[in-house]
C-alpha cells in the first residue's frame, strides 16, 4: 500500500485551486493513496452561515471563528478517518497554528505547501515554523525560509500535459507570445522594457494596474484581459506560450522529487501503484470571490 497523504484544499477558487488538483494528480499518479479534502466547502459553510437572534440576520461567528470551525471540523474528521501519514496544507492562510500544532502532535508529518512566493512570504514565513516541511513555489526568499524550517524545498513550476497541449487552431486567439499571469508591479516594469515592436502579444489574468501605464497604450498588440478568457485556445494558438501559474505534473520528472521527500519523512519505500481518495462530506457551495 502506498503513502497516504491528505491533501487540504486552499479554500479560493483561482490559480491556488489547480495548484491542489495538480498536486493530488501527481501524488496520485505515483503512487500515493490520496485524500482529497474539499476544506473550500467548509470555509465556504461557516462564513456564510448566519443566524436571527431577534434583530435580523446577523454573521453566526465571527469571521475568524468561521475558518477554525471550518479547520477542526473538515480537518480533524478527514484526519481520524482516513489517518494519513502526510498532510498537506495548500497555501494555509486559513488554517491556524493551533491546528498545526495538533497535527504533528498526533505523529502527522506536515507540509506547508506556499504558493504565494516572493509577494506573501512575510505572512508564509510566519507558518513556515509551525510544519514538519515547507514547499516554495519561488526561491527568492529560501534562505530566510531555511531559517525558520531546515526542511524548506523549492520545487518548480510544472505544467499538467492533459490540459496544456497543442489544440484547435483559433484566429481569435492567436498571438506570437502569450502570458498567464498577474500584473504584478514588478512584472508590468519588466514587460513595459521590452521591445515589443512587430510581435503580437496577449496577457492574460488580472492586469487591472497596467490601466494609464505604457502596456494600456499597446492595447493593438497588448490584450489586457481581466476577465476569464480561454486558456487551453490560447495556449494553444500562440508561438510562445509561458505560464506564471504553478501546477504539479504527473510527469514522473516532476513529481517525483516531491514524492521521494514525503517518502523519506515517513521512513516508507517508493510504491509503483496508486490507490483512490476518501469520499467528501459537505454538499454544494458557492464560489468565494
Known amino acids: 500500500m502506498g503513502l497516504k497523504v491528505l491533501v487540504c484544499h486552499p479554500g479560493p477558487q483561482y490559480s491556488v485551486a489547480d495548484v491542489h488538483s495538480k498536486i493530488v494528480k501527481g501524488l496520485r499518479d505515483n503512487g500515493c493513496e490520496v485524500g482529497d479534502l474539499n476544506l473550500d466547502r467548509y ?84 507558518m513556515a515554523q509551525f510544519a514538519d516541511t515547507v514547499i516554495l513555489n519561488d526561491p527568492q526568499n529560501i534562505n530566510e525560509f531555511k531559517q525558520k524550517n531546515r526542511r524548506t524545498f523549492y520545487i518548480p513550476h510544472s505544467y499538467d500535459p492533459d490540459i496544456h497541449h497543442p489544440g484547435p487552431f483559433s484566429q481569435e486567439h492567436a498571438s506570437d507570445f502569450f502570458f498567464v499571469g498577474t500584473g504584478y508591479p514588478s512584472r508590468m516594469e519588466f514587460f513595459e522594457n521590452v521591445d515589443w515592436d512587430g510581435i503580437d502579444v496577449a496577457l492574460a489574468g488580472n492586469w487591472k494596474e497596467a490601466a494609464g501605464t505604457p502596456l494600456e497604450e499597446m492595447a493593438v498588440l497588448i490584450r489586457l484581459n481581466a476577465r476569464s478568457v480561454d486558456f487551453e485556445e490560447a495556449f494553444s494558438d500562440a508561438e510562445i506560450p509561458f505560464q506564471g501559474a504553478a501546477l504539479l505534473s504527473r510527469d514522473a520528472a516532476v513529481s517525483r522529487p516531491l514524492v521521494s521527500i514525503m517518502y523519506n519523512a515517513a521512513g516508507t519505500p517508493l510504491p509503483e501503484t496508486s490507490a483512490t481518495a476518501i469520499p467528501s462530506r459537505p454538499s454544494g457551495r458557492g464560489k468565494k470571490s
Not at 452561515?49 to 435580523?56: C, L, T
Not at 492562510?93 to 512570504?121: I, M, N, Q
Request: aromatic share 16%; hydrophobic share 40%; with cysteine.
Open 43 to 126: 470555509l465556504d459553510f461557516f462564513c456564510a452561515s448566519h443566524v436571527d437572534r431577534g434583530n435580523g440576520l446577523e454573521r453566526f461567528v465571527s469571521y475568524e471563528d468561521a475558518c477554525r470551525m471550518a479547520c477542526d471540523y473538515a480537518i480533524d474528521h478527514a484526519c481520524y478517518t482516513f489517518w494519513p501519514d502526510v498532510v498537506i496544507i495548500v497555501s494555509g492562510f486559513f488554517v491556524p497554528p493551533e491546528k498545526y500544532r495538533l497535527l504533528r502532535a498526533h505523529g502527522h508529518h506536515l507540509v506547508l505547501w506556499c504558493t504565494e512566493s516572493p509577494y506573501e512570504d512575510d505572512r508564509q514565513l510566519a
